[in-house]
């Protein structure tokens, strides 16, 4: 019985003190062993009372050892998890800008600082907004231009193919003087090559107030192109839109010209960078603003390109692919 009290008192954190105590108890040499070695030489009347006591001893010498064993495995297992708590932390994987989203904020940066401000629109467009208040009605042949992709079960609902979307939509809720520029990813059902997706993204700019001309139109395009890629020479082509007129596609002098300002070095000669145009009066009407007191310009790029063109990047998939060799490439850009 005074065992008995011994053992409940038993403490430890200690593995050998825990294992010294289970031999001394539960051991071949132990002290129960001992006891049930004494029991043939017990008087019969006290055989039972004997046996009951020694069991309890035995039974509570094995809860004790299992208790403290397990106690110990878990302290353990704790210092396992929390480590060294004073030990500094492995640092972070640091990610890359997207080379799509370091050319948009260059471009949005460039015409932010002649007072263009940004503006957004959906995706899934209607038709009014991305045709037909764009001088492109239903049947127009001009709608084969731009391949679309449109909703099976609503011919009305399709994929914008260009964010000039986004302008009619900013041309529908704000007044004149308009200066806005809309990036975006825009959609269309071409074949998947190294040069052409079935989706990317442009940026499209606005500008509309009293006694706009071709001549602001122009001198933007010559800011925008040399804040871009460095002093450069623009080519302005005749060229078609309906929402436009006159209309123009815009070539930029890639070349030897503008190798002291520029890293690209390659003489690659004129390349078309986008299209433009001043706002047809039917596009303004179709708008709420009246062609007779304003007028104004617009173009649009493709953003893709011209982070293919200004990184080197031989193959527009490589922008979708989130290949992780690929996008860390970009942790030194902006
Ligand atoms: N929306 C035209 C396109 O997607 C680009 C453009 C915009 C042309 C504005 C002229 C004026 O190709």
Redesign the pocket.
């Known amino acids: 019985k005074e065992h008995i009290a011994l053992v409940g008192q038993f403490n430890s954190d200690n593995a050998s003190e825990i294992e010294a105590f289970r031999i001394k108890y539960l051991g071949k040499k132990g002290i129960l062993n001992d006891f049930f070695a004494e029991f043939k030489s017990v008087p019969n009347e006290q055989k039972k009372e004997f046996g009951q006591v020694v069991n309890q001893l035995k039974v509570a010498a094995q809860d004790k050892v299992n208790q403290l064993k397990e106690a110990l495995e878990n302290s353990a297992s704790a210092a396992h998890i929390y480590g060294d708590l004073t030990r500094p932390a492995a640092t972070a994987p640091i990610g890359a800008r997207h080379p799509i989203s370091i050319v948009k904020n260059q471009i949005i940066d460039i015409f932010s600082r002649i007072g263009f401000n940004v503006s957004e629109g959906p995706e899934i467009e209607d038709d009014w907004h991305n045709f037909t208040a764009l001088n492109l009605p239903e049947y127009h042949p001009a709608r084969d231009m731009?391949d679309t992709f449109f909703i099976q079960t609503d011919p009305d609902i399709l994929l914008r193919?260009?964010t000039?979307s986004v302008q009619v939509r900013y041309m529908e809720e704000n007044k004149p003087p308009i200066r806005t520029i809309s990036p975006g990813r825009v959609y269309r059902n071409e074949a998947i090559s190294a040069r052409s997706h079935c989706f990317f993204h442009?940026l499209?700019g606005l500008y509309i107030d009293k006694g706009v001309s071709f001549a602001d139109l122009k001198q933007t395009l010559q800011y925008f192109t040399t804040e871009m890629f460095g002093k450069s020479r623009i080519r302005l082509r005749p060229s078609y839109?309906p929402?436009?007129e006159p209309?123009a596609e815009v070539d930029v002098y890639w070349g030897l010209e503008t190798e002291t300002d520029h890293k690209m070095t390659k003489g690659t000669g004129w390349l078309e960078i986008m299209?433009?145009?001043m706002v047809d009066p039917n596009v303004l009407q179709n708008c709420g603003i009246d062609p007779k007191e304003y007028s104004g310009f617009?173009?649009?790029m493709g953003i893709d390109r011209i982070a293919l063109l200004l990184h080197q990047i031989p193959d527009i998939r490589m922008l979708s692919e989130n290949d992780i060799r690929f996008l860390d490439q970009f942790k030194s850009a902006l």
């Open positions: 731009q193919t260009h000039s442009q499209e839109f929402f436009t209309s299209g433009c145009g617009a173009f649009g």
